[in-house]
């Protein structure tokens, strides 16, 4: 197939594009290289199959594919309130135009949604059913509100224009290809470990997250633009959950070093727990299940990051 991946010089584009390259496919990125990095995709810029467009998504495009996979967006929280009104353009203006590009080119058309359309959840762990509980004037919610429109809009191009819509909302996920400065704990804890810095810890470490490895996230996906049984919302995640400071510690287990850990206030809006409920996608998955462990996953990020700090 011919497969367009917007954002796709970023820490999970980068890797998509690596499996969709391995299947046979082409693949035309298009990114406008504001958190991601063409050294990401430098081992795919000579290959016959792969084509990188510098672009924004808030301005339209026109490409003739098969597939779409709409990631282009900042996820970090440092990056995404950077400048808060362009996260929410390029989550809507991007939502916009990558739909009405399927709509034109009858493409089938993936949203990497996210968890943070459930804010600060009431509800333990997260069911796709659950509304979530969301600030709509906090900083967060240029991400979080943009996210959450981005996903309307992909419901009414499927009920009004009959669009061929996937749409997964997305757990904290990590691995190797995360910038070193992208602010996001699980990056920020290693390369401080590895630096011999002190490992940061906001608020007093009890709030929890569930840290999916990158490789079984991206299958996933794949599973989900394959299957035609379920558009989504599809959750996907690890539901292992931890505290951030079980995750510091482990961090310092695993790299070793003097680094100690600080505490630093907590941000607002930070949610207190975030664990999936991934029932429906390992009903309508065949089978999916996240299978690296954190420990396992964290030693491979490590092993990344070691000689780039
Ligand atoms: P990332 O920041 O590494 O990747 C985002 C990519 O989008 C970057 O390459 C960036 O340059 C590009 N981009 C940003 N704004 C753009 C614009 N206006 N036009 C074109 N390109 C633009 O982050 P990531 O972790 O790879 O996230 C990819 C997608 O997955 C994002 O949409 C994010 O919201 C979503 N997501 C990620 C996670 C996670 O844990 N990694 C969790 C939930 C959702
Ligand atoms: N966090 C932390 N130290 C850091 C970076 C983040 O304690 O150096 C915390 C952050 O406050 C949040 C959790 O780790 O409670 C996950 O943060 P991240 O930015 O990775 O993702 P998100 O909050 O979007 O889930």
Redesign the pocket.
Same mark, same amino acid.
Request: aromatic share 8%; glycine share 14%.
């Given at each position: 197939m011919r497969i367009l991946v917007?954002?796709g #010089?970023?820490?999970?584009?980068s890797h998509l594009c690596d499996r969709l390259i391995a299947d046979d496919h082409d693949v035309t990125v298009?990114?406008?290289?504001?958190?991601?990095r063409k050294q990401n995709i430098a081992h795919l810029l000579q290959h016959p199959r792969f084509e990188f467009v510098r672009?924004?998504?808030?301005d339209p495009f026109k490409f003739e594919v098969d597939q779409i996979y709409n990631? #282009?967006?900042? #996820?970090?929280p440092p990056?995404y309130q950077f400048n808060p009104i362009k996260t929410t353009k390029?989550s809507v203006m991007?939502a916009i135009n990558c739909l009405g590009l399927a709509k034109r080119v009858r493409a089938r058309v993936f949203q #990497?949604?996210?968890?943070e359309v459930y804010g600060d959840p009431a509800v333990h762990p997260q069911p796709e059913s659950y509304w979530g509980n969301v600030n709509p004037i906090g900083k967060r919610s240029c991400y979080d509100e943009g996210?959450r429109c981005a996903e309307t809009l992909f419901f009414d191009y499927h009920r009004e224009n009959g669009v061929d819509i996937r749409v997964v909302r997305?757990?904290?996920?990590y691995g190797p290809r995360m910038?070193e400065a992208d602010g996001r704990v699980v990056s920020n804890f290693i390369v401080q470990a590895l630096r011999g810095q002190d490992i940061t810890i906001y608020g007093d470490g009890s709030q929890t997250r569930s840290f999916c490895y990158v490789d079984d996230l991206i299958e996933g996906w794949l599973r989900l633009m394959a299957q035609t049984e379920t558009v989504g919302p599809v959750n996907l995640g690890n539901p292992g959950e931890f505290t951030m400071l079980q995750l510091a510690e482990l961090t310092l287990k695993l790299v070793g070093g003097k680094s100690k850990i600080v505490y630093k206030p907590l941000p607002a809006d930070d949610p207190k727990q975030r664990r999936p409920d991934i029932t429906l996608a390992q009903k309508v998955l065949g089978g999916w299940t996240p299978k690296v462990p954190l420990e396992e996953g964290l030693a491979r990020t490590i092993a990344y990051f070691k000689p780039r700090v």
């Open positions: 917007t954002g #010089a970023g820490f999970l584009g298009i990114d406008n290289l504001f958190t991601g672009h924004d998504v808030i990631l #282009a967006c900042p #996820a970090s990056h390029t991007g #990497a949604s996210t968890s996210k997305i757990f904290n996920t910038h």
